[in-house]
């Protein structure tokens, strides 16, 4: 199948979206105002729900495709012994619906990925990392990440901008490109 020609496009949300998604507000007290923490929360849950909103769409529409890196799907589950019950009911509705990628990241790919970032980052920072940004080391799960969406030709959408800069190095012009939601 070429990929340039394809009319589907298919996203790969980063753990941060399904989080964002799930943010418990706090009911503010009259007279009160909002705490900076509190203002993020609001604006990140907004952020991510617009974003749900527009990929559910044209997924709907047969527009778009939304797969689940299996490594998200991991870090959801660790992460979710310590949330809420409230924070964990919309991450599994969505997981219900929603196609998980599980290829095999063999790890010799990971740790070569993870060397080149740091080497990169290191050698050519000045060149990929937008001014008044940065770019942090790729962790290993990270890499699954981004080696998953690359596999699938999709857009990664996250919030994490320097978790993925990494990203835009492997980027077919055409059709793939990742995606910041605030």
């Not at 989080?19 to 009911?27: D, G, P, V």
């Not at 009160?32 to 952020?47: P, V």
């Not at 969505?94 to 990925?113: C, F, H, M, R």
């Not at 770019?135 to 919030?159: C, E, F, G």
Request: with cysteine; charged share 30%.
């Amino acid at each position: 199948m070429d990929l340039a020609n394809r009319s589907i496009v298919t996203y790969m949300p980063d753990t941060n979206c399904f989080r964002y998604k799930s943010y418990i507000m706090q009911k503010i007290v009259e007279g009160e105002m909002e705490s900076d923490e509190q203002i993020q929360r609001r604006e990140y849950k907004e952020a991510a729900n617009r974003f749900w909103n527009k990929i559910m769409e044209e997924s709907n529409r047969k527009e778009a495709e939304i797969l689940v890196s299996a490594e998200v799907v991991q870090e959801l589950k660790v992460q979710s012994y310590t949330l809420d019950k409230k924070e964990t009911k919309p991450i599994l509705k969505l997981l219900e619906i929603l196609d998980e990628e599980t290829a095999a990241v063999p790890n010799e790919i990971e740790y070569q990925l993870r060397e080149f970032s740091n080497y990169a980052r290191r050698k050519f920072g000045g060149l990929i990392i937008p001014p008044g940004r940065k770019m942090d080391y790729l962790r290993a799960s990270d890499a699954r990440i981004l080696i998953h969406a690359y596999l699938n030709d999709a857009i990664l959408a996250t919030a994490n901008i320097k978790d993925f800069l990494l990203y835009t190095l492997f980027l077919n012009k055409k059709r793939t490109s990742y995606m910041t939601f605030y």
